[in-house]
């Protein structure tokens, strides 16, 4: 595409310029561009063609050249000869795989020539030497079709090189794939990736047919396969190649396996359990950490607690949807006094009373937890009532999750008192327990003398409907006094709690 | 916000909500039984607000009014605000519905799990207990079986043995297509839960999509009232301001009228006395035309005589510029002659100023030499004062010695004579002899009232002597001392002399200062102290002592040691009054030690200066005509002293000494020829002893014995009568 001539009107050029970003998006409709152009250009676009499709050999590269030339022909309706530069420019973009010129250039002309860049250049040539957004959003675009801006802080550079890490590795099967494949990336990703987020590792191949095969699946005795065989990728030469490296988010886990469905799929053996605990102890700028939905034990769960311990930077630690019970939990509990974490998930666990209580122990003295998710446990009023104790003393707690836990009414009444008491709590979730009526009206007692409280669940937990709604009422009391303090409506956008009245699940 | 302005918003809210409802939300005849759940909800909620509103309802009004002076976007936006919260809240609170019911599902699967898990486990523990005995007792038969010996019987027994094993195993399988069944059960169930869930994932997105295209809807209409509510409220706004432009405009059109009435009022009237004011000034004009007119005439007139001095002058100035220019012309040649004979003169400053530097050049030549001439003849000068000093002294003495011995001469001739004219007196004469008495017989030595010294000779002579002193041992300063008052030590005056010097330096004029500058050290002190002496009014030797001591007696007097001190500091004074008189009358005995001059301290120098200037005053005037005499020894006395040395004999003795002469040269001639007859006669008597004497001897010779007759007997008679 040629840049704008010095002769030409704005106009024409901002024009083209749109008519390019509709072409990008748009499928290349090719009559867009020239709609969008003033009469003139295309009566000039007629001469153009000829030339256009000599050059376009296969299919994909004549689209383009098709969008090409369009944009082109609105630079050609007035100037009739292209400008040395615009050529020496249309050479720079053809060669630019062997040849890269980019930052000798002039910053104009630096432009031109990464808005024509093709994106399927080896990584190898751009990783180090393109900065530019608009490049990497259109590789983005080109590869997938949804792109989250915002999970990969705002640079689509980064949410390229995350995104193909993470496609590399969800397709790595040790012993078939060539380790390089990864490890030859690294130097040119190592700068932007600060998030891995990978929900699948696949299993190494054992018997080529047998995974896949239908017929074997069904009978379920592979559980006697031998463990070491199982082991995933293992990323700690990755992880210690990655000096950003922020956030970690795996799940040992197969996905869209369909009807090959084994067990094995979803091991999370000993080794991988090993070598993920001293990634982490070595990986010192993590501040997230999440493995979820890969059948962490105990075991498993103390192992890789006990690499964390004193982490330097660790913020969030999710272990939901794993087989955690109590001796996970205590070790969790015991991460919490040896380390900064913020964040603590262990939503859907067997964590019990007892885990709960050695939980609540290292609460009441904390400083630094923020919110702390033990949904879908079984912690039982013991553990409950143990949890609100430490709450009476803990000054730093924002968040409760406590929700399915078959908590009732000795557990409600504590909370109450806690209600009166606390003022950092911003919301608790109560929800699917059976607090019963009594329960309902004690904790309405509580949220009569706190003002702090923002949300607050109580649904489906044998409420009675007036003190749901009479709660609800002081949350509504109190989030209005917060924006009055704050001044910033924003609050508005994130409440979770229960308002309304609501029936009992029954 | 206060709690009462929520549930208006919540009634609105609500409302909104129901149509929503009717249109996107859940429906009670929805087929989805949780969505059914959720409408039924939401009409509860709207009937207890309902209730709650109408408790409420006559507080709300009153808050209504007193909203209404707010602006009607403010109250829009928080209408807008408080409705879409709840949209929110209501919204999330759907959508999280079917989580919070998944996990109330699972939590109640799970209680079920157990229970079933417990009950499983319960019964395969019941049938392990059973197995285990059935299988002990089998066990125990195959004991019993070993010991049995018959066929029969064993096979009886094995036989029994078989099918207890086969009941075993019925059992084992019985339970274990039990569960199977029950896994079988399980799958289905799992099936099942699998669609539900994927029923409620795709509830939960459905929703989802709902609840984003509600608020947005929402979001778009409170955007649209909140608009609306501006507009309304910036029609207002124009509405109400154009009125009031339109009164203002109206007024101001009625004043415009007003002024423009009042402005052709005035503009009639000024009309009017502008042509009364035009006729007048026409006569006027008319007037002053004349006037003027006769004016210019007599200007005219001045103007030519004007004219005529005019040219008059410039002819004159003309004849004095020619004037001027001669006469510039004459400087202009003037001015360069004097500009060559400066030039000239230049050139001869030049060589002048050559000739005068090569001139001070020789001059400076010249005076060097010069200089180290006159150093030389100073010295030379020095030396011949020394021996000028020297000699004089010499001089004296000889002076001395030679009239002492000339003295002595005339004296002895005196005394001879004395003698003479005594013994002349008295042998001759017969007359008694009184000595003559005259005073210069008494006289031995020059006779010389002693000079005084001036003082400045003194001075030199003191720093001489203690120059020479420290050269040329005491042997000549001894004799030189003796000038000099004897008791005060040449150092000690020197040293007072010294402190004065330094002391009193404001006596001496600071030209005479600069002068002294470089000269030796002891010239300098000299000249010093000349400056101070004539300064202070010492002249001579006398005063210059006087000076000394005073210093002496001052010092004693203040010293404030002991009364004796001062006493003998006043004798000492009375011996310097002595002194004063006569110098030759000096007495040993006042040759005390003098206070030493280190005591003085050079402060109190002033003080005594003062002092001693004003004791001196008084002296000076009695002694002033003495002063000048004695410069030079005289010598008129002396020609007295030796005549009257010579006239010592009177002329009346010098008669009587010519008469005694001559009768005594007489009596020398007569005592003369006696002598010569006396001579003659003795003379006369030797020879006749003489021959005597021969003549004895020729008696007495041998000769004689042997001869006949000796001749001594022949003399022997004549020499008796020769004798008388």
Redesign the interface.
Known sequence: MLPVTSTQEPVAAATSARSRSFLSTQDRSTTAGPALSSGPKVSKASTIPPPVKSKGPNSGALVRQMRRIIAEDAEWSLATVPLLTELCIQHIVKNFKNNPILKKLPPQHQQKVLNHLPTDLPLAVTANLIDDESYWHRCCVQRWPVCHLDFHGSSWKRVFFERHLENLIKHFIPGTTDPAVILDLLPLCRTYVRRIRVDQFLPPVQLPPQPYSGEQSDSGSEGEMDEPTMDHYQLGDLVAGLNQLEELDLVYGVKDCGMNFEWNLFLFTYRDCHSLAATLKACHTLKIFRLTRSKVDDDKARILIRSLLDHPALEELDLSHNLIGDRGARAAAKLLSHSRLRVLSLANNQVRAPGAQSLAHALAHNTNLLSLNL??N?IEDEGGQALAHALQTNKCLTTLHL??N?LSEPTATLISQVLSVNTTLISINL??NHIGPDGGKQLLEGMSDNKTLLQF?L??SDVT?ESE?LIG?AL??N??EA??RTLN?SH??S?????????P?G | MNPQSGPLGVLEDDKDQHSASGILGPSIHSENPQERIQARRLRIAARLEARRREALGEYLDGKKESEEDQSKSYKQKEESRLKLAKLLLCGTELVTNIQVATDIREIHRRVEEEELKRQRLEKLENEVKTSHDKFDEITAKWKEGKEKKIPQELWEMLNTQQEHCAGLIEDKNKLINELQQELKIKDDQYVKDLKKQSDDISLLLERMEEQVKSVMKTFRQELNHIEKAFEVERQELLVSNKKKWERALQAHNAKELEYLTNRLRKVEEYERQLSKQRVWDFEEYNMIKIKLEQDVQILEQQLQQMKATYQLNQEKLQYNYQVLKKRDEESTVIKSQQKRKINRLHDALNNLRLRYAKQIKQFQEDNQSLTSEYKRLVIQYKELQKSMRHFTLIDDEKFREIWLMNEEEAKDLISRAFNIDRIIHTHHLGLPWTAPDFWFLKNVGPISQRQRKSATRILEEVLMQTEEEEEEEASEASESYLDLPKRVSAKTTRKILMLLCDESGFLIESKLLSLLLPLEKDECYLLRLDAIFSALGIENEDDLYKLVNFFLKYQAHHLPSSQERASLALSLDSGKQLDLQGEEEESPKEEEPPPSPRLIHPNDVLKILEAFVMGLRKPRDTRAPVKLLKEVRDSSKDSEYWKALATVVSQATQNLWDGLYLALEKYHLVLTQRAKLLAENSALEQQNTELQVLLQRYLHSKVNSELQIPPIQVFQMPTKPSKP
């Open positions: 949904r879908l079984c929700g399915g078959e929800s699917c669940d649904r489906l409907q709604y009422q509504c009391t989030r209005e924006r009055q409506p508005f956008l409440p979770l709690t229960a308002k309304g009245p609501e029936n699940a």
